[in-house]
């Protein structure tokens, strides 16, 4: 039966990788808004495609300037196509990502083509065809220890509401499954305050932190920045605009205790979920 179940699923990711669209915007030399051609191309695109569901958008740079700069070039535009790309009511997938690569691809001889943005995207019946993993009996996954403040703690958007710029707060029992960055069932309340407090306060702006324990390598930061992208994806897909989210994996490097922690408390207290404010 797991055989058969598996080949049904590789069945299921070959048919969407197959049936998986792709739609280009343009933009000129250090811009990032679209090119009037493209722009126009863009919105007719929005208009005819209302049922489409976007799985993921990427940006491009060409080779000038600098490589950091052309990240976050890129990133800009990303976030002009994803912006036009919500308003205009346009589904995202569940697991829906984004990239800002750069120049760091196989640049093209044609500059012009490098200053793009790609959309992915599923025709609404083949998205509609490829449905979770099926979950079969209990669920066994080894979860990561729970910190349990000492002292009850103000909700959330109390600690908002008197924060300042530049702030850092934590977020007690955002837990994830151990090793992954799949949050449990449980700690959906409080994901659904953290968009409230967000909804509430539409000029807040955060930075979402991840942060691990118990690993000496400072410089692994692999699975803490894929816990701060699954909250921050969270947030982006329930509406939360992308100019106001960002995020960052720290792994190990900014422990509450010593590594390597002498309690499973002091685990569980540097596996931690934060966010810094931005702008309020």
């Known amino acids: 039966m797991r055989k058969i179940l598996t080949f049904l699923g590789v069945c299921l990711f070959a048919i969407q990788l197959s049936a998986q669209e792709k739609f280009e915007v343009f933009f000129d030399f250090n811009k990032d808004f679209p090119t009037k051609t493209s722009g126009e191309k863009l919105q007719a695109w929005l208009t005819k495609n209302r049922a489409v569901t976007v799985t993921a958008i990427t940006g491009?740079?060409?080779?000038?300037?600098?490589?950091?700069?052309?990240?976050?070039?890129?990133?800009?535009?990303?976030?002009?196509?994803?912006?036009?790309?919500?308003?205009?009511g346009i589904a995202v997938a569940d697991n829906f990502k984004v990239a800002a690569i750069g120049e760091d691809f196989d640049l093209s001889a044609d500059a012009a083509k490098n200053r793009r943005v790609d959309v992915f995207f599923l025709q609404s019946e083949i998205a509609a065809s490829v449905a979770p993993e099926e979950k079969i009996?209990?669920?066994?996954?080894?979860r990561d220890e729970i910190f349990e403040p000492k002292i009850p703690e103000p909700s959330l958007e109390s600690k908002l509401g008197m924060a300042k710029i530049g702030d850092v707060i934590q977020i007690h029992n955002i837990n994830f499954y151990f090793n992954s960055e799949i949050v449990v069932p449980e700690s959906e309340p409080k994901l659904i305050e953290l968009y409230q407090a967000m909804l509430h306060k539409p000029s807040l702006s955060i930075e979402i932190h991840g942060h691990i324990c118990c690993n000496p390598d400072v410089r692994d930061t692999k699975l803490s920045y894929r816990r701060a992208k699954f909250i921050f994806n969270y947030l982006l897909k329930k509406g939360i605009p992308l100019n106001r989210l960002a995020y960052k994996g720290f792994g190990s490097g900014r422990p509450i205790y010593k590594i390597p922690e002498k309690t499973r408390d002091e685990m569980a207290a540097?596996?931690?979920?934060?966010?810094?404010?931005?702008?309020?």
Do not use: P
């Not at 080779?63 to 308003?87: P, T």
């Not at 009996?137 to 080894?142: C, I, L, P």
């Not at 540097?270 to 309020?280: D, W, Y």
């Open 270 to 280: 540097n596996r931690r979920v934060e966010i810094k404010i931005v702008r309020i």
């Open 137 to 142: 009996g209990a669920d066994t996954r080894k």
């Open 60 to 88: 491009f740079c060409d080779s000038v300037d600098v490589n950091d700069y052309n990240k976050d070039l890129a990133m800009r535009r990303v976030k002009s196509v994803l912006g036009a790309i919500q308003n205009s």
